[in-house]
């Protein structure tokens, strides 16, 4: 009886099944690719479906670490590095490519606004905000100036801050959002509300720089106000710009009623705290 014999594959199928096995390979490293492509390389990020990425800029680790943990229970937002100074943030940001970066203000190392300005113009694509133990005028309209998309105070609620980071993450350029402190410092902005993600939720956005206290006094009250942080008295200062110290009186009292403070000494702390005493 002769014996059965078994076909073996033909080069033709052998190579169709490698073929195949090499297409699912390409496929694979083509998707990580995809994923791992830079900025220039990949299209907009929809934020939401991908966690938003946070480079953290802050030298308080305690705040950074809240942060983190925040950012672990909203599980929309995900902290991608964090630095101590403001001196390495460019190559951070080339590295990381983060969506977001979050600046604390004072900090050693570098002008943390001179950073952020040449990060703006760098990579355009990446929002930027700052956080701050301080609520100053002339911080403000730095950041805002420098292209900043957003202020909050340390003394905001981390909750309020997160919201924030994804608001931003979402914003167009041009958009400036501040936390509830730093809204109450301000007057009153002109504002906008759109509709944003599939829920809907409102957003308000400040359209335009944002109006700070110091927005509402004129020229000569500046002046006035400058030479008060430097502790001249009413009848030097008179002398210095060539007005009775009844008339310094009256610009005193617009100053006041415009800052929202009560007493002579608040303005002298004001004027310092906003650094018009070193002008």
Do not use: W
């Amino acid at each position: 009886m002769q014996g059965s014999t078994i076909a073996a594959p033909s080069s033709q199928a052998v190579t169709s099944d490698r073929n195949i096995d090499e297409t699912s390979g390409l496929r694979t490293i083509a998707r990580r690719r995809a994923v791992d492509a830079p900025p220039s390389q990949t299209l907009t990020r929809d934020t939401s479906k991908a966690p938003v990425r946070v480079l953290c800029v802050d030298d308080h680790v305690v705040l950074v670490e809240g942060l983190k943990a925040q950012f672990g229970i909203d599980g929309q937002l995900r902290c991608v590095a964090s630095l101590e100074s403001a001196e390495h943030v460019i190559d951070a940001v080339a590295e990381h490519r983060p969506d977001v970066v979050v600046f604390d203000i004072e900090m050693p190392g570098p002008d943390v606004f001179e950073v952020a300005d040449r990060l703006h113009h760098l990579h355009p694509e990446v929002r930027f905000i700052f956080l701050s133990a301080h609520i100053r005028d002339g911080f403000l309209a730095s950041a805002y100036r420098c292209g900043g998309s957003g202020y909050f105070a340390k003394g905001d609620d981390l909750e309020e801050i997160v919201e924030g980071l994804k608001r931003v993450a979402r914003c167009a350029e041009g958009t400036f959002v501040m936390g509830s402190k730093v809204r109450a410092r301000c007057q009153p902005p002109k504002v906008r509300a759109s509709r944003q993600g599939a829920v809907g939720a409102r957003q308000v956005v400040q359209s335009g720089p944002p109006a700070t206290l110091l927005d509402l006094l004129t020229q000569r009250e500046l002046e006035v106000l400058r030479l008060i942080g430097k502790g001249l008295s009413r009848g030097e200062i008179g002398e210095e710009l060539a007005r009775s110290p009844k008339t310094v009186d009256g610009h005193q009292e617009r100053i006041m009623k415009k800052l929202r403070v009560e007493t002579r000494a608040e303005l002298m702390r004001f004027a310092i705290r906003e650094g018009l005493a070193q002008a």
